[in-house]
């Protein structure tokens, strides 16, 4: 057998640990009351068009992007909007939501919420990528930024590959697992609909070695598609990184601080596919998403389908409650997720996990010093030297740091996790990373 495909340089191989692999999708009860954020993507915040004691239906429009790079916020629940509050968010900011109190089961006209699959697409790629707009549609990979953007190619720019990040390479998380053998048929409707909104000639679909159910589903389904390629991938993290994954599919190498379109590609995420399906053909705003529940001592980790603004709190209730041993709680997986420290915050559009690491997997040992063995730079993707970076950040010397490619770093945290004197490396490469970046910004003003 050929050998499977990869990214070429670094990767680590953490512990699965994927508990809820084989678990269906479970529909999650609507709660009684959601906290939908006015923001809940990458860029700018929406304006808000709903004021206290409002009716809303499913699918209402609560927030719209006004700016360049942002997108639309819809309600997941029908009810009457009974405040807006300043409510602290995953990321540990406060930010504005909309608190609605569920009444009833009421959608919005025209919305399809049917599981009536409908294949045929005749729209232009204008059409599509104004639909995923209109639809509020981001990546949910995690990275929530607006996709109808990737959409709009560049003039003089062509698209040869649409690349699909079916990888799920974060231990823990089985989300995009779950749908990739639940909704095969949607998804590869909405690959192929992404496909022609980019003008790519061919899809490539990279999913790792050890999803082979989802491979072989996902293989038997794209027989019935014109240029989809299901391509299974070696194990390796991060490979689910935009640059690592064109890298792997392609072997097209994204230039320093370049995008995928530089070398032909538009990246999305398995699951964007399924949202842009049902924004597309279904008429149905980007409301629900599947979230893996899940940890070491949970007593049912899952794949729960989960209203957009439902308190973290009632899901990890839901899966046999918070257990004993818990010393952190992650929204997301373990090498690229977030702490809460409030397990009242909402899920959004961005979530694709809830972990929970018992006190063990997240306590920090004490940072020894550096024994200079290089494993950092041999594990680093970006070809980074992460022990160089964090000396570099600690003296403050970020016209060094700058020129060692600091903002190259994918903040993967396979340098950290191989580190044998468990330094605080991507630590110090972040707090890097936001003061080269603001050196760069005001100097572009200048
Ligand atoms: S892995 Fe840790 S100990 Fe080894 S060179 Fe890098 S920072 Fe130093
Ligand atoms: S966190 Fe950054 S420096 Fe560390 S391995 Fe990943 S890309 Fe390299």
């Known amino acids: 057998m050929a050998r499977l495909k990869t990214f070429r340089i670094g990767g680590i191989h953490p512990e699965e640990n994927k508990f809820s692999a084989a678990k269906p999708i479970e529909v999650f009860p609507i709660p009684e009351k959601v906290y939908v954020p006015v923001t809940q993507h990458l860029g700018a915040p929406s304006s808000l068009l709903v004021k206290r004691n409002d009716t809303v239906k499913i699918g209402t429009l609560l927030a719209k992007a006004d700016a360049f790079i942002?997108?639309?916020?819809?309600s997941p629940v029908s009810g009457t909007v009974e405040k807006i509050d300043e409510i602290i968010d995953a990321s540990g900011y406060r930010k504005a939501n909309i608190v609605i109190k569920v009444e009833g089961n009421e959608w919005e006209d025209g919305i399809d919420n049917s599981s009536a699959i409908i294949k045929e697409c005749n729209l232009s790629a204008k059409e599509i990528t104004d639909i995923l707009k209109e639809k509020g549609i981001v990546g949910m990979g995690g990275a929530t930024f607006p996709s109808h953007i990737k959409y709009m190619i560049p003039e003089g720019k062509d698209v040869d590959y649409l690349i699909i990040n079916a990888v799920e390479c974060e231990p823990y998380l089985t989300s995009d697992h779950a749908i990739m053998l639940e909704k095969t048929e949607e998804i590869l409707i909405g690959i192929d609909i992404l496909k022609k909104a980019s003008g790519a000639k061919k899809a490539l679909v990279g999913i790792e070695n050890n999803k082979l159910d989802a491979i072989a589903k996902m293989q038997e389904v794209a027989k019935s598609f014109k240029d989809i390629e299901i391509q299974p991938l070696r194990v390796k993290y991060p490979q689910g990184a935009e640059k690592q994954l064109i890298r792997a599919l392609t072997k097209r190498e994204v230039p320093s601080g370049k995008l995928p379109i530089e070398v032909g590609c538009v990246v999305n995420n398995v699951g964007t596919a399924l949202?842009?399906?049902?924004?597309?053909?279904?008429?149905k705003p980007l409301i629900e998403r599947v979230v893996t529940v899940t940890g070491k001592a949970v007593k049912n980790p899952s794949n729960l389908l989960v209203r957009i603004g439902t308190p973290v709190k009632e899901l990890i209730d839901h899966v046999g409650g918070l257990p004993e041993d818990t010393g952190k709680v992650i929204s997301g997986g373990p090498m690229m997720g977030k702490a809460i420290s409030n397990l009242d915050v909402p899920v959004t559009k961005g979530t694709s996990g809830v972990l929970m690491m018992t006190k063990a997997e997240s306590k920090r040992k004490k940072p020894l010093n550096c024994i200079r063995c290089a494993k950092c730079v041999s594990?680093?993707?970006?070809?980074l030297e992460p022990y160089l970076?964090?000396?570099?950040v600690d003296s403050e010397r970020w016209e060094d740091a700058e020129l060692n490619r600091i903002m190259d770093c994918i903040e993967c945290g396979s340098c950290q996790f191989i580190c044998p004197s468990k330094r605080e490396l991507l630590d110090y490469i972040r707090v890097g990373k936001a003061r080269v970046g603001a050196i760069i910004r005001s100097r572009a003003k200048r």
Do not use: W
């Open 379 to 383: 594990v680093c993707p970006m070809g």
């Open 275 to 283: 949202a842009s399906y049902e924004a597309v053909q279904k008429n």
């Open 389 to 392: 970076l964090q000396q570099l």
């Open 70 to 74: 942002s997108a639309n916020v819809h």
